[in-house]
């Protein structure tokens, strides 16, 4: 099945501070999308964004299907950004895989 | 419109018992999916539900079943629960449309099994 690897796998950065986070995958895909999971666990939707570019305010996010990796970036971060970031993608059909995750810590 | 709902919120069980969680999909939803997350983990899929049907499932044992009744909302069954069925457990739903997909989460369900 698809792999999915995300990198770093920890971060902590000052407030005000800018940040990549990096999803790679092994194989095509019809679904990516972003996650922040909040401490008491609900996944809320970032992006969804098999291809292309959006923004949301201080997010933005970069999937090039091709080379097969998404980028999110977060700017200005702030102390409510910190949580754990994930990427989670589905090969036509197949599982929603997610990967295991970027920790993000912001500290004031 | 109303998002994924999930029920409970909390639940302890002892090993050897069985649990039935539930989740209401969100409003014109027509698929459900069920994942746990372990500790420190990523979710992980148990199965999918498409039209009352299973329609793919993980690498869960025959013990993980579930349902999906005709207003698309959905139970996840677990039987002769051990230690390691402690996790969160998160229903998604979506439409099962090609150029729709996105997936969106309920608060879960935090299982604990003693």
């Known amino acids: 099945g698809i792999q999915v690897e995300q990198s770093p796998p920890d971060l902590i950065l000052q407030e005000g501070a800018n940040s990549t986070l990096r999803c790679n995958f092994s194989d095509s895909v019809n679904n990516l999308q972003w996650f922040h999971q909040n401490p008491w666990g609900q996944l809320i939707n970032l992006f969804y964004?098999?291809?292309g570019t959006k923004q949301n305010g201080r997010l933005s996010a970069t999937t090039v299907a091709t080379e097969r990796y998404s980028l999110l970036y977060i700017s200005s971060s702030q102390t409510t950004d910190s949580g754990v970031y994930f990427c989670?993608?589905?090969?036509?059909?197949?599982?929603?895989?997610f990967g295991p995750g970027t920790r993000l810590s912001v500290l004031p | 419109e109303t998002g994924v709902t999930q029920s409970p919120t909390h639940l302890i069980k002892t090993r050897g018992q069985q649990v039935t969680l539930r989740c209401s999909s969100q409003?014109?939803?027509?698929?459900v999916s069920w994942y746990q997350q372990a500790l420190g983990q990523g979710p992980q899929f148990i199965f999918q539900?498409?039209?009352?049907?299973?329609?793919g499932r993980g690498n869960f044992p025959p013990r993980f079943s579930g349902l999906q009744f005709p207003n698309y909302s959905s139970e996840l069954n677990v039987n002769a629960l051990e230690l390691d069925d402690s996790a969160l457990y998160l229903c998604a739903s979506n439409v099962a449309a090609d150029d729709a997909r996105e997936q969106f989460f309920g608060p879960g369900t935090r299982l604990t099994v003693l």
């Open positions: 964004i098999p291809s």
């Open positions: 989670a993608v589905e090969n036509y059909g197949q599982n929603f895989v």
């Open positions: 409003s014109g939803h027509n698929t």
């Open positions: 539900y498409y039209r009352e049907e299973e329609n």
